[in-house]
């Protein structure tokens, strides 16, 4: 590690090449600035962006008069009075401008009749959602912004490298420390502003439909940086997640447009529709919330009333296969592959972690307290409040990322640069390139999975008071005791055991203040659920915010930032 220092320097760095960093980049470069796009895996074909199969949120009023304001009244319903209402419009308000302008960069919504075609999907008032088709939005939206960048001057793409540290001085963000995972060494990157669009955290949960960069480094490093977090509680999990018979090569949250376009039908062991037994309407619909529906699969579960691998079924027998094949196409192939045979038997599913409604708090400019330090997409915490809307990931990581880039390309910080200011955290990657044998016994893939495991049943769908606080305990053991006797096996080039360190120490921060809310909020709301205070209480209709106090995180409460904004009913979108 005697070698110099790599050093890098730019006007803006984007730490995270998913939707919402790509976009951020775009945005930053067309106002001047010259950008670095970093990811730790591949540039745009990471995070959750390029795995999202489904649809996109957003009132174009194409094919039927919508309007933004009614998009943004779903947003608030779906939120449980928790979203910041003014992030929320911001999401609502420029998404039709996102799609505008996707669409003149070839993405290729579909189209009817001249109009993008906008369909149905759990929560809102009426066909909202455009797409390509229903098995690849993602992917062609990845692709679109790859192109894109690959198109803008002033944007270096950089794979492989990955954020350790942030860089602070005076209140403000200076750059970071990261880790070439090619070389094993440390690079130091000057910045004037930051955008974190690291993604979220369902990497955490052992049974989860993120992709292996998902794990809440965006969260830990804006924690460490001096930044808050925001409603860490709510973890949303997917309903109809896929449990049995073994998929292969297939997304296992598939299986949502299939239900709400053909009207898949959701059934307990006794072959029984159910959710109209937990407050929600579905039957005919098939539009009940995700929060309500992920609840009512794993009562009934409890009740002895599940499928036989602890799930539901969910049925398209009644449906016949020339209409399969014609929504779906080579889909049922594939399907068939699996040995799965929608027409003669149905399939399992259960609740899967998949998104994070908290995360980083940010103003309207996706800027924290920490200046020049932005977030963007699902690093972001607020807008979605304690349940996300069907519809709205993608649609929040093109808008938060667009801001974010914009305004850190106007607003940058300018503390300049000193090399002592990264010596820390150069250090910490010292110590552990340099840490030789394993001594300890200690294995990351252990470490990992029990963390998985222990947020799964502990910190997961179901919470209660004593699953909490032992789940906290054994959390802030492995921080203090299992973390620092840690030494990765694998060093130097290619090595990925100092990676493993980094990925786990911010996987434990997030863990914690994920815990440490859920301990702290004594009510059930949402994606927030108590079976020890089973009511949702009106006096906790309050944000949580997290901060760093030392060693420690400390949690206090804020009022939910409201807006008055009146709903058109009809119209095309503004």
Known sequence: MGDAVTHLKTDVLVIGAGGAGMYAAIAAAQ??????????????????????????????????????????????????????????????????????????????????????????????????????????????????????????????????????????????????????????????IAAGAV???????????RRNSASVNMGGESYALALDAGASLIDMEFVQFFPIGHLAPRLVGMDPIM????????????????????????????????????????????????????????????????????????????????????????????????????????????????????????????????????????????????????????????????????AEWAQNAIGDIARLSNSGDNRSGLEFGALYGELQSLMWEKVGLMRNAPGLAEALSRIREMQTIDLPALHPRDTGAFALGVQEWFDLRAALATAEAITVSALNRTESRGAHQREDMTDTDADQAYNQRIKRNGAHIALDTLPVRRADIEIITSGAAE
């Not at 990845?142 to 192109?147: D, F, G, I, N, Y």
């Not at 955008?195 to 949960?205: D, E």
């Not at 036989?308 to 196409?329: C, K, M, Q, V, Y």
């Open 195 to 205: 955008v974190l669009a690291a993604g979220g955290l369902t990497r955490l949960y």
């Open 255 to 418: 299986w949502d447009p299939f239900r709400y376009k053909l009207g898949g039908r959701l059934l307990n062991g006794n072959m029984e529709e159910f959710i109209h037994n937990y407050g929600a309407t579905d039957s005919g619909t098939y539009t009940a919330p995700r929060d309500v529906t992920a609840y009512a699969i794993v009562k009934e579960a409890e009740a002895g009333c599940g499928s036989p691998n602890g799930g539901a079924w969910l049925s398209f027998e009644h449906i016949g296969e020339a209409t399969l094949r014609d929504a779906f196409g080579p889909v049922i192939d594939r399907l068939a592959r699996n040995g799965i045979d929608l027409t003669t038997h149905p399939v399992e599913v259960a609740p899967i972690a998949h998104y994070h409604m908290g995360g980083i708090r940010v103003n309207e400019q996706m800027e924290t307290e920490i200046a020049g330090l932005y977030a963007a997409g699902e690093a972001v915490g607020g807008a979605n409040g304690a349940n996300r809307l069907s519809g709205n990931a993608i649609t929040e990581a093109l808008v938060f990322g667009e801001v974010a880039g914009r305004n850190a390309a106007q607003n940058p910080n300018t503390p300049g640069w000193q």
């Open 31 to 188: 106002h001047g600035k010259q950008v670095l796009l970093l990811d730790k895996s591949l540039i745009g074909r990471g995070g959750a962006t390029i795995m999202a199969q489904m649809t996109v949120a957003v009132a174009m009023g194409e094919q039927a008069p919508d309007h933004w304001t009614r998009h943004h009244a779903d947003t608030l319903t779906a939120g449980r009075g928790l979203c910041d209402e003014e992030l929320a419009a911001l999401l609502c308000r420029e998404g039709p401008d996102r799609i505008r302008e996707m669409d003149e960069w070839g993405v290729g919504w579909t189209r009817e009749d001249g109009h993008l075609k906008q369909v149905m999907a759990p929560g809102h008032d009426g066909p909202r959602c455009v797409f390509v088709d229903f098995l690849n939005t993602g992917p062609a939206v990845a692709k679109t912004l790859r192109a894109k960048i690959a198109k803008t001057d002033g944007i270096r793409r950089v794979s492989n490298l990955s954020v350790t540290s942030l860089v602070t001085r005076d209140g403000g963000v200076a750059g970071a420390v990261a880790l070439d995972l090619n070389f094993g060494k440390p690079v130091t």
